[in-house]
């Protein structure tokens, strides 16, 4: 008897399996099986069916260092690991200051004594929102002209002379650092910037998220909040028209520190510790509109009482994707030295902050060595300092908001005491994603 042929699985039903397979990686070693797997993998419907239906992994952290990959055992280490070189450099968008112009004044340091360069200071939809530094940012400097790029920089007690830095100071760059493809954003008009005839206090880039049909080059917007000594304005760059607009809100500048922000259904909201604010300020990206929303009412007020309390403006309250017609937040308490998080809903119809749940932290931790950094993709980020360890190595951890589970995602060098602002990085391998740019 002859052997029957082997038997051809359809495409379609292909389609169908690999789109069961948990993670990226899984994918990824299908398709190094055989060329059928692969072509049916590399399809860009697939692609499109695969990234529609799972979250892109998490690999790590940016901050103005460079890039900090998921480490073992975190589920994401294999991928991270390998796209980590890809992920940490900048270096294919060009410069727009030269080393050789780069002037440091006497008792200023350096960042970190590789001089000016790009930067991260958003990261959205894969893609990377760059500024250009040049100077430590919180120093005092005067007499000498620089090009700034960072909130940090534009304080009152900065001054650059001969003038105040304004907002056409400032270079952005937005890349796809795992495509390397980039777009320089021109600075905003000399002319524009300089309308609000008011004191920069300051200029906080970010990405909007994407409202692209998932095309080649899907369209982003960066806004610029500025926040003067009296106004608030938004300067707006949408890369479907490549031209700056401005934008003044009614709303007065009433933060005191505007950096801490988490995206949730379309809009930005601002956080603070609950000692410093009675309210959050809320950013629509679609309509450029600013509001706010009540924050010391039902159970926000029973944490502000709760007893032996220790406050700490690294410790902002978190907002976080919640079921639908509601906003969830995440508020990081420490009594006793102990910290949990405070997990609250505000129904959209109601005024009344409800407690829907207490999560108790890793217990290694103590005193002011924990602090919360954003959320994203549906995960809360928060780090900390064991005891015992020196203040230099920092462990960073996310929480799975719907499942309350903690994993750790690496351990990072940094000063606790003047942390970096780090931002999650979430992104599919070059296999299973399209060119951001």
């Not at 450099?89 to 960042?111: C, I, K, L, M, T």
Request: proline share 9%; net charge neutral.
């Amino acid at each position: 008897m002859s052997t029957p042929p082997p038997t051809t699985i359809p495409d379609e039903l292909l389609e169908e399996i690999f789109l069961r397979l948990p993670t990226p990686d899984a994918v990824a070693r299908a398709s190094a099986a055989c060329t059928s797997f692969r072509r049916v993998i590399k399809a860009r419907a697939f692609r499109r069916r695969f990234r529609a239906l799972h979250r892109p992994p998490l690999l790590g952290f940016m901050d103005a260092v460079g890039f900090h990959p998921a480490q073992a055992p975190h589920p994401s280490a294999p991928l991270a690991g390998a796209l980590a070189p890809r992920a940490a450099d900048f270096s294919f968008v060009p410069a727009v200051v030269s080393s050789a112009s780069y002037f440091v004044p006497r008792g200023v340091q350096e960042d970190d004594g590789e001089g000016p360069r790009w930067r991260p200071c958003d990261v959205r939809d894969g893609r990377v929102l760059l500024d250009w530094r040049s100077l430590r940012p919180g120093l005092e400097v005067s007499g000498v002209s620089t090009l700034m790029g960072s909130r940090e920089l534009v304080r009152r007690k900065l001054c650059v002379r001969p003038k105040w830095c304004n907002a056409a100071d400032f270079h952005l760059a937005v890349c796809d650092p795992l495509s390397s493809r980039y777009v320089l954003l021109p600075t905003i008009p000399q002319d524009l910037a300089a309308q609000p005839q008011d004191l920069l206090w300051e200029f906080l880039p970010v990405l909007a998220p994407c409202t692209g049909d998932d095309s080649d080059e899907e369209p982003f917007k960066v806004i610029c909040i500025a926040r003067y000594r009296t106004k608030l304005v938004l300067f707006v760059f949408p890369s479907t028209t490549r031209q700056w607009s401005m934008v003044e809100s009614p709303i007065s500048p009433s933060l005191y520190d505007m950096s801490c922000f988490d995206y949730v259904r379309g809009s930005f909201y601002w956080t603070e510790p609950y000692d410093l604010s009675d309210h959050l300020m809320v950013l629509d990206t679609r309509t450029l509109k600013f509001s706010t929303v009540g924050l010391l009412t039902g159970y926000h007020m029973e944490i502000r009482g709760l007893p032996g309390q220790s406050f700490d403006d690294l410790r902002p309250n978190a907002v976080v994707m919640g079921r639908e017609g509601t906003l969830e937040m995440f508020s990081l308490v420490c009594q006793q030295g102990a910290f949990a998080l405070y997990h609250t809903s505000l129904q959209n119809n109601s005024q009344e902050w409800k407690l829907e749940k207490i999560i108790q932290l890793p217990g290694q931790y103590h005193d002011y060595s924990i602090s919360t950094v954003g959320a994203a993709e549906g995960f809360l980020f928060f780090r900390g300092a064991p005891d015992g360890i020196p203040i230099e190595n920092v462990d960073c951890y996310s929480l799975e908001v719907k499942a309350y589970e903690i994993t750790k995602v690496c351990t990072k060098r940094e000063n606790t005491y003047n942390p970096r602002r780090a931002l999650p990085y979430f992104s599919f391998p070059p296999l299973l994603s399209e060119p951001t740019i």
